[in-house]
């Protein structure tokens, strides 16, 4: 058996596990298996294994550094992928993310929304845009990851949803560390979807409620995500990067 058809029987098999789990999470929920979209993480994974998920069915893959995102996005444009960019995003990169990315799931300011509509304008693409909220926000307003915390979010949704070039397709967030969420991801998503009921009574397309990773899709299906983001589950514990 070749490197290539071992990695591809491991994706698969790590895929189909996935899929039982999502399965099985909307049966609990009494929701349909349709209702839930895979994106998978491969941040830290060569183009080679997005091929590979490619060629299995994957249709959606997510990133988190432009600087590895923009040449595996390149090498592997042949494919039917949409890709995500999930991470925090810097103005400085939005000319790359802006090039190959489908959605950005990580917008939680109102610089890198002019930043995004300006450059999706000048490409004359339409990019979906998914405001990441943070439920540990400080007084800030800023979460330990990135984010908006839940009184800035219809504003800034508006501000999307103004934006020439941009789709106002929804929420994000990732199940917070610290503050009153701490260890309870699925309060966590709850409450994400009382803020995405929220926005959908101004912006009634904004239904996309992206949460839940490797170790906490179920309570993400559970409170109602229509997007999970695994990434470990299906490509294996990510090697440490030197």
Avoid at 32 to 58: E, F, H, Q
Avoid at 79 to 96: A, D, E, I
Avoid at 189 to 212: I, K, Q
Wanted: charged share 25%; net charge neutral; aromatic share 2%.
């Amino acid at each position: 058996m070749t490197n290539l058809q071992e990695r591809t029987a491991e994706l698969a098999a790590n895929l189909a596990t996935v899929e039982e789990r999502i399965t099985t999470a909307c049966a609990a929920a009494g929701r349909k298996r349709d209702d839930v979209t895979l994106i998978v993480v491969t941040k830290t994974y060569p183009a080679s294994d997005v091929r590979i998920l490619s060629g299995l069915g994957v249709r959606h893959v997510a990133e988190n550094r432009d600087q590895d995102a923009a040449p595996k996005a390149a090498e592997c444009s042949d494919l039917p992928l949409t890709w995500h960019f999930v991470g925090q995003l810097q103005t400085n990169k939005v000319r790359s993310v802006a090039s190959y990315a489908g959605l950005v799931q990580s917008v939680d300011r109102g610089k890198l929304v002019t930043a995004l509509s300006k450059e999706a304008v000048r490409v004359e693409r339409e990019l979906g845009v998914l405001i990441q909220v943070a439920l540990d926000a400080g007084a800030d307003g800023r979460g330990e990851r990135g984010g908006i915390g839940p009184g800035g979010v219809e504003e800034l949704a508006a501000r999307v949803a103004e934006a020439p070039g941009l789709r106002l397709d929804g929420l994000m967030t990732v199940a917070p560390l610290t503050g009153d969420y701490a260890g309870r991801q699925q309060a966590a998503f709850e409450r994400l979807m009382d803020l995405s009921t929220a926005v959908r009574a101004a912006h009634p397309a904004a239904n996309m409620v992206s949460a839940g990773m490797s170790s906490d899709l179920e309570q993400a299906v559970a409170a109602g995500a229509t997007h999970v983001r695994v990434g470990t589950a299906v490509l294996g514990v990510r090697p440490r990067l030197g």
